[in-house]
């Protein structure tokens, strides 16, 4: 198992080294027919293009297309009017590479690397004090590190590292929160963003807002440049009728401003954000993505949008 294990991670390392190499030596190319005259890099295409029609005509079938290669003609399309020049693959496909590569790029750059843990000391100091003093919470035992050691520690850090045996501790948390939102699912909306890639490679923010209680999409749009003023005008097209929501739960993204948050308080809604570093709603968005008619959100008009999302279905199940 053990052999087995490392050839694979060879293997797959000598990939990446051949993928590397590949996209160096597809750079350097192009890098030299900057140093070539404008009619010598026609006449070449020409010259390419008409040998590339005799295999069209013979209807020779191309090998399949490796990483590198993908990744090229992907960079490439950017740079000209590329639908009439493909020929070894359909269009839709070169989109899917490029979707692919997006989501590749977006899902590394939102890795969660999470804070670093603190010393082991005081990590071992916390559950002492925790064992030691049954009654206290996460929040005194904070508050008695930073008055009486100067060790300055939120209160959810320190429940972090608290005993799982400790019996005044059992699962309180999360049922606090689970009993707040079950009593107050009908009066409770959540939002987020989320972005999408259309046809033509232009990214748009879709905003989303949903009922906690029934799970339905109350409202979602579209927008190239998402603001705070665009945003307190979405939610001001859903906290309308009966009954009237009264909590909001958002995420601490910069767009939720502190002007729109105070707009939104004079409306009646009180907001709860989540924590740092929390994981987005990814189940709200792949449902999202899964039921919508036509996941091109960017191909649709205003009306559209207000018609779909005033007959949007639910999403999981009602609380």
Known sequence: MTFCGAMRTVSA???????????VWDAIRFILLWTRSCVSLRAENLFLRKQLALYLERKAKPRRANDSTRLTLALL??????????????????????RR???????????RGGRPRIPINLR?????????N???????????????????VSPRTVRRYLPEDRESGKGLSSQRWMSFVRNHAQVILACDFFVVVTAKFQLLYVFVIMEVGSRRIAHFNVTAHPTA???????????????????LIHDRDSIYSSD???????????ILKTPFRAPPGKRLLRAVDRNSPSRMFGLLDSSERETRAASSQRVGNAL
Not at 101 to 111: M, N, V
Not at 124 to 132: F, K, P, Q, S, W
């Open 260 to 270: 729109l948050d105070s707009a939104l308080k004079s409306m009646g809604l009180r």
């Open 124 to 132: 071992n100091l916390i559950v002492e004090m925790a064992r030691g």
């Open 229 to 247: 003023d665009w945003t307190l005008q979405q939610f001001r097209k859903v906290v309308t009728g009966e009954p009237a929501p009264r909590f």
């Open 101 to 111: 590569g997006f989501r590749l790029f977006w899902g590394w750059k939102s890795e």
């Open 77 to 98: 399309s950017k740079l000209f009017v590329w639908k009439e020049a493909l020929v070894i693959v359909k269009p839709e496909t070169l989109i899917g590479w490029h």
């Open 13 to 23: 390392l000598l990939r990446v080294v051949s993928l590397l190499f590949s996209l």
């Open 134 to 152: 049954p009654s206290w919470g996460e929040e005194r035992i904070a508050a008695e590190l930073l008055l009486k050691l100067g060790i300055r």
